[in-house]
């Protein structure tokens, strides 16, 4: 029997999520040929989630076809410090040179933001930056839009007027301004692409025209202003066409927040009154309007299908309009839009809405065709911090059963079915523990702050805290990574462009004052190329002993290995290149190749003795053994190098896995045995020093309950207690945890152990209680929630660190509320 654990359950760290107010799907290629794709896309897209402070978090699909862990977020764009995201978008880097039955992958992507000045931001998504910014030359920018063949980019600016971008063949640079209006350019939206009637395709698939020539052309675009109307615009002549007046109250002006476009040339808005407008595009009259708001509508998405439009906005609800049959007597059969349901999802203003797979704007001829048993997904975010994912089948489907992606109920329905809250979790170093000082960091934008938790000086006593230490920086973007030394001596932070060190001192009563390593910056840059004119960090891990400190850099994906022993100042012992070599096949490490690194070069040499491109990529998890010997590196190009400390040389690569390694993480009482988690809540334990997956470690990672796999929440960290650094003689055990879960899993069973999983498995219970001994080899606690850090502060002393959603809300402004007479 397992000892128990003493728990310090901390709620005062004041952790504040920014809000939500962008979120983004990449668009599918456009077909080449008018014949419906009814090819299911065979993964889920990234899920770009734009924030109030400025960064945007890439999510990835954990999963296969169904995941009930969904999306989880990659690798975090630290905006610049301050700046916030007011529109993002995707466009497709050669759209000519995918498949249109294939999802297009981050290195496919271009990403685009602004941020209500401007700029317009194109960001580099391996490198974690941005790649290059233009200037509208019109103004704030108050919305983008990519055209369906993603060479163009519409920016509707502060001065009223339209401009286009090209980013053909990977540029951006300006193309073309509208004719001026007075008013504000809210919201705009391509009409759907004309084919070119004239252009047939043999079929190898090349065209009898010029190859330069283009198969689809944009003929029109549609604006929502802030004089209460909507303009169709010609693009080849940039002149409105027409206008389109909405409602007004009092003669004030209505605002058109929101508008989209579908395949038929159907317009629709949502407006500050509350409304959604549907128009004909071809007299660019209104064809039905719709009070389905009590305030105003700030987004609106469109389905798969094109037969259903979902609106949000400040009253917090999220509303669904079909496409329906319906009978008009002697004409027979017409189609109209109905309201069909609202939700309450969110506690405050919803800002942003999207869906997968995402609406192309096509043609009738060349129309996709999705799979009607598998239901889509509408994502929705606002001020309240969460991203919220619900299946949105349609209530028209005959289909007897549709798959839900994201496992929360066998409804599928949006009206029926349960949604996903996904957590508003921290980054992997914003909140770290210092065990033999019983310190906590918290990182903010700008800043950090710690927390002393003192030991008690009896059993009847109750544990305390106290803040100790606040501080405020000077940065360039918002701060990227910090760690603090086991024995709080130590403290590094970083944004993109500078890496900073304190030495932490303390005084007699206990206050720390912080002394920043001045020159530490310039020791960094001095190891690292010429060119390099950056010393920040996306992650730092100190050694047990708090004698070294790792750092992989923000540009150029270096290890530097520091040495913070007994010298006058930190030096560098060794820089590894290993991340940055191309030995991957199609994204994967070549089996059998993790030992061809055993003779190392000198790293200051590497650079211009490999004739190699280095890859582009972030070292986002770094761990290092108990004894001070192994440090492992994981990328997000899911591959995992091991370096010797001892010997300072690069040891072993294992193999690369279809996910990135959410935490990693050495054993204490077998320093050699790493443990690596996936988003997809399975591990993988590997033996460093054996270089290989040991058999006991393989039935583990392979017979893993499904109260575990199935959990919704995906794993966030792995920690292990160091009291079994001494006591070897006790069954080895590890701490995992998501933000609503931990569970304790052991590392060692016996026969009767094991034989008394696999019965209980072949039952495939589902249902637990707040406790659930899965088996005597796993327990599991959903109690508290939701967590934004575990960690052991001595032996058999486990800190838990909340934030609840309650405190949380309570640092916004009051929602939207209208009392109604007589309630």
């Known amino acids: 029997m397992d000892a128990p654990l003493a728990l310090h359950r901390c709620r005062f760290v004041d952790f504040t ?31 770009a989630v734009g924030h109030a402070n400025g960064n945007i978090d890439l999510c990835e699909w954990a999963g296969g076809q169904q995941s009930p862990q969904s999306w989880t977020v990659r690798t975090t764009l630290s905006g610049p410090y301050p700046s916030k995201v007011d529109s993002l978008v995707f466009a497709i880097r050669y759209p000519d040179l995918i498949d249109p039955t294939v999802v297009p992958s981050s290195s496919d992507l271009r990403l685009f933001s602004s941020g209500g000045g401007s700029d317009l931001l194109e960001w580099d998504m391996d490198r974690g930056c941005v790649r290059r910014t233009i200037s509208s030359q019109g103004g704030s920018i108050w919305s983008i839009s990519v055209n369906p063949a993603s060479n163009i980019i519409a920016l509707g600016c502060e001065d009223g007027t339209v401009r286009l971008l090209s980013i053909a063949n990977d540029t951006l640079s300006h193309y073309r301004r509208f004719d001026r209006v007075k008013c504000r350019v809210l919201s705009i939206a391509w009409g759907p692409p004309i084919p070119k009637q004239n252009k047939t395709i043999t079929a190898e ?4 025209e010029d190859e330069d020539d283009e198969y689809w052309t944009d003929s029109w675009l549609v604006t929502g202003g802030s004089d209460s109307s909507l303009r169709k615009w010609d693009v080849k002549s940039g002149r409105s066409i027409d206008r389109m007046g909405t409602d007004k109250i009092r003669g004030e002006r209505t605002l058109v ?149 994201i496992s929360t109920s066998v409804h599928c329905t949006f009206e029926d079915s349960y949604h996903r809250r996904l957590a508003y979790t921290p980054g992997p170093s914003s909140i770290q523990v210092a065990r033999e000082a019983r310190l906590i960091s918290c990182t903010r934008d700008s800043g950090l702050e710690l927390w002393r938790i003192p030991r008690k000086a009896s059993s009847d006593e109750a544990a305390g805290w106290e803040k100790i230490l606040t501080m405020d920086l000077n940065v360039h973007t918002n701060l990227l990574a910090s760690a603090i030394s086991t024995d709080g001596k130590w403290l590094a932070t970083s944004d993109l462009y500078e890496s900073k060190l304190f030495s932490l001192v303390s005084d007699s009563d206990g206050c720390i004052a912080p002394r920043r390593v001045r020159d530490f910056s310039a020791i960094l840059r001095a190891h690292l190329p010429p060119k390099s004119t950056s010393s920040g960090a996306f992650a730092f891990h100190f050694t047990a002993d708090s004698s070294k400190l790792v750092i992989s850099t923000a540009t150029g994906a270096f290890i530097l290995v520091v040495d913070l022993g007994k010298v006058e100042q930190p030096r560098v012992l060794r820089r590894f290149d290993q991340h940055r070599m191309a030995s991957l096949t199609k994204n994967r490490v070549v089996v059998g190749r993790s030992s061809v690194d055993e003779e190392e070069p000198e790293p200051e040499e590497e650079e211009e003795e490999h004739d190699f491109t280095p890859i582009a990529t972030s070292i986002l998890r770094l761990a290092t053994s108990f004894d001070g010997q192994w440090l492992a590196s994981s990328d997000v190009h899911g591959r995992t190098h091991v370096f010797n400390l001892d010997s300072v040389q690069h040891h072993c690569v294992l193999p690369s896995f279809p996910l990135a390694a959410q935490s990693i993480c050495f054993d204490p009482s077998r320093p050699s045995v790493l443990v690596l988690a996936f988003p997809d809540n399975s591990i993988q334990i590997f033996d460093v020093e054996a270089r290989q997956f040991p058999p006991w470690g393989k039935e583990i990672c392979d017979n893993l309950p499904k109260r575990l796999t199935r959990t919704h929440d995906h794993i966030l960290g792995v920690t292990f207690d160091p009291a079994m650094e001494s006591q070897s003689s ?23 152990t094991a034989r008394s999983a696999q019965r209980k498995r072949r039952r495939d219970d589902d249902k637990s209680p707040k406790m659930e001994p899965v088996d005597d080899y796993l327990k599991m606690v959903t109690h508290y929630r939701p967590i934004l850090h575990l960690d052991f502060l001595g032996a058999g002393e486990v800190v838990v660190v909340e934030r609840p959603l309650v405190d949380v809300l309570a640092t916004l402004p009051p929602a939207y509320f209208v009392h109604k007479y007589g309630t």
């Open 17 to 47: 999520p920014s809000p939500i107010t962008a979120i983004a799907f990449p668009p599918l290629p456009l077909p080449k040929k008018p014949s419906s794709i009814g090819k299911q896309p065979e993964r889920y897209g990234t899920l």
């Open 205 to 208: 698939g090349s065209s009898d």
């Open 257 to 405: 927040w929101a508008v989209g476009v579908l395949g038929d040339g159907t317009i629709v808005s949502g407006d500050s009154m509350g409304l959604v407008k549907f128009w004909d595009s071809r007299t660019c009259t209104q064809l039905q309007s719709f009070q389905a708001h009590g305030a105003d509508v700030l987004c609106l998405t469109i389905d798969p299908t094109g037969t259903a439009v979902y609106t949000a906005g400040v009253d917090q609800k999220l509303t669904q309009f079909c496409f329906i049959n319906t009978s008009t007597g002697d004409k027979g059969k017409a189609r109209r839009w109905i309201q069909t349901s609202s939700r309450r999802l969110h506690s405050h203003d919803i800002r942003a809405l999207a869906m997968w797979p995402p609406y192309s704007t096509l043609p009738s001829s060349h129309k996709r065709l999705f799979p009607v048993d598998i239901a889509p997904l509408l994502i929705s975010g606002g001020l309240d911090m969460s991203v919220v994912v619900t299946p949105a089948a349609l209530p028209t489907s005959t289909v007897v059963k549709i798959v839900n992606p």
């Open 730 to 752: 006790t069954p080895r055990s590890m701490l995992l945890w998501g933000s609503t879960w931990l569970c304790k899993l052991r590392l060692e069973r016996s026969d009767t």
